[in-house]
Nanobody, 128 residues
């Protein structure tokens, strides 16, 4: 059974930092697409960043560029989202998602397709 377990959410002041992590388990050996999406109540879910977990280059939403860094530890099936220079508008529930054994890295940049698995989410709250 595939599971995604997120951790690292919490509260921060504007300008501060948080680091989210997401570990996938129950998958066959091989690279996956993993990404972070966020949703604030009353708003649509939006993509934040995604990556092909084996030597992939991350893709970022414009809102994340220059402030967030997504990295992958392939051996540990874990991705990390380092969030710096946080803003109050970053406040949301952050969800980790995965596409298992994609046909290629290009799939990981397609935020419109259906992602196979989702975590339960971790709350990020940024105060001004």
């Amino acid at each position: 059974q595939v599971q995604l377990v997120e951790s690292g959410g919490g509260s921060a002041q504007a300008g501060g930092s948080l680091r989210l992590s997401c570990r996938i388990s129950g998958v066959r050996a091989g690279a996956n697409c993993m990404g972070w999406f966020r949703q604030d109540p009353g708003k649509e879910r939006e993509a934040v960043a995604s990556i092909y977990t084996y030597r992939g280059s991350p893709k970022y939403a414009d809102s994340a560029k220059g402030r967030f860094i997504l990295s992958s530890n392939f051996a540990e099936n874990t991705v990390y989202l380092q969030m710096d220079s946080l803003k109050p508008e970053d406040t949301a529930m952050y969800y980790c998602a995965a596409i298992t054994i994609p046909p290629g890295p290009w799939v990981c940049g397609d935020w419109q397709r259906t992602w196979d698995y989702w975590g339960k989410g971790t709350q990020v709250t940024v105060s001004s």
